[in-house]
């Protein structure tokens, strides 16, 4: 019922920003925290920030300070702002969700970062 559909991802030069958008089709009821991972060429899957419902952001160390996680009040849309952008950061990034012990995933969207 409820499907997470990511946005944004594109091809930019290192040093260049983005902004990842995530929709929810339905309300999140009772939603414990809100989160982007992205999975890299030939690595495993990875937390890349996350968001509680009160607010509450964390974020993985080589992206702290140059990546913002942000969640709409109005509409079940979470943001992911990424400035300085490294070819490090290319991968594709899915949205992550969890409500009344359920888990959401989105389908992801490609990020590639190259000169």
């Known amino acids: 019922q409820v499907q997470l559909v990511e946005s944004g991802g594109a091809s930019v030069q290192p040093g260049g920003s983005l902004r990842l958008s995530c929709a929810a089709s339905?309300?999140?009821?009772?939603?414990?925290?809100m989160a982007w991972y992205r999975q890299g060429p030939g690595k495993e899957r990875e937390l890349v920030a996350s968001i509680t419902i009160g607010g509450v952001r964390n974020y993985e160390d080589s992206v702290l300070g140059r990546f913002t996680i942000s969640r709409g009040d109005v509409f079940n849309t979470v943001y992911l702002r990424m400035n300085s952008l490294r070819s490090e950061d290319t991968a594709v990034y899915y949205c992550y969700a969890v409500s009344a012990g359920v888990q959401y995933w989105g389908q992801g969207t490609q990020v590639t970062v190259s000169s």
């Open positions: 339905g309300r999140l009821l009772n939603m414990y925290f």
